[in-house]
């Protein structure tokens, strides 16, 4: 008797700040696959790490490369994770099964990134204990709540934030996705500021697909498990089927998993 397929692996990769924790409510949602939660340099059992392009580069490496044979490998990251999953797959086109950018289709060249750079510049001034309580506040005023609110992170994880913001705005963009030849499930809140220019990332991709997670923000895959999970197994089934040649986009959806839209499919949308 031949041995069973093995699940497919679902690699999870934290925002800014956050760490692994960020996803502990996720393998009972997605039991259909093998979920491996890293942490970044400079995050959660990596803080005191420093945080370089290439050092957080080689974690992505090792969770994606240390499966076994014949296992699919899908690579989800939210937004700095999202980021660094981009430029993952830019450097590896053929070998993902399916990529998930959550909160990451915002063009770090676009004008309003002199916000984030701001903020950055900021921080040494306020502190990041002062930083990190007024970021907690705030991210509980939009909604995280319960278990995912009480492990909100202190500010150690702040000393990778200059770093990490800087590599992104130097070497992220819709460009790096041109190559990528898997399915890209592009995911945003619908109030997430960070899903300004999700059409020009679907429109470099070969394999897009944009779902928006109705009334969350940036901070969805901590206020609206149920939802982003099911986006997930969304990847994991288009990777099942493997890659078309060329596809239509499948355009902007609302994502309830009480309520499964059918997918529409629309012509590729113009960049505005």
């Not at 309003?112 to 005023?141: D, I, Q, S």
């Not at 399915?183 to 020009?200: A, E, F, S, T, Y």
């Not at 940036?218 to 990847?235: G, I, K, N, Q, S």
Request: hydrophobic residues 45%; contains cysteine.
């Amino acid at each position: 008797m031949k041995d069973s397929a093995p699940l497919p692996r679902l690699v999870l990769v934290h925002g800014t700040r956050m760490s692994a924790a960020q996803w502990d409510p996720y393998p009972a949602l997605i039991p259909g696959a093998e979920v491996v939660a890293v942490d970044l340099p400079g995050h959660g059992s990596r803080v005191s790490e420093p945080f370089t392009v290439a050092a957080a580069l080689a974690v992505l490496d090792a969770a994606v490369s240390g499966r076994p044979p014949g296992q699919g490998v899908v690579l989800a990251g939210h937004s700095l994770g999202g980021y660094l999953a981009a430029l993952y797959a830019q450097a590896h086109p053929d070998g993902l099964s399916a990529l998930v950018l959550l909160g990451a289709s915002a063009d770090p060249s676009h004008r309003l990134a002199v916000v984030y750079r701001g903020f950055a510049a900021l921080l040494p001034r306020v502190g990041a204990a002062r930083m990190a309580r007024f970021t907690n506040a705030v991210v509980r005023r939009l909604g995280v709540s319960g278990a995912a609110a009480d492990s909100l992170p202190d500010g150690a994880a702040y000393a990778a934030l200059p770093a990490a913001w800087a590599a992104v705005m130097a070497a992220c963009g819709p460009h790096l996705l041109r190559e990528v030849g898997c399915p890209v499930v592009l995911v945003n809140g619908q109030w997430d500021q960070m899903r300004l220019h999700v059409r020009r990332y679907a429109a470099a991709c070969a394999d897009p697909h944009v779902v928006t997670v109705p009334r969350a923000t940036h901070f969805a895959p901590l206020t609206h498990p149920d939802e982003v999970a099911a986006a997930l197994r969304t990847a994991l089934r288009l990777a099942a089927q493997g890659r078309p040649s060329r596809a239509a986009y499948h355009g902007d959806r609302d994502l309830d998993p009480r309520h499964p839209p059918e997918r529409r499919q629309h012509a590729r949308p113009r960049d505005r």
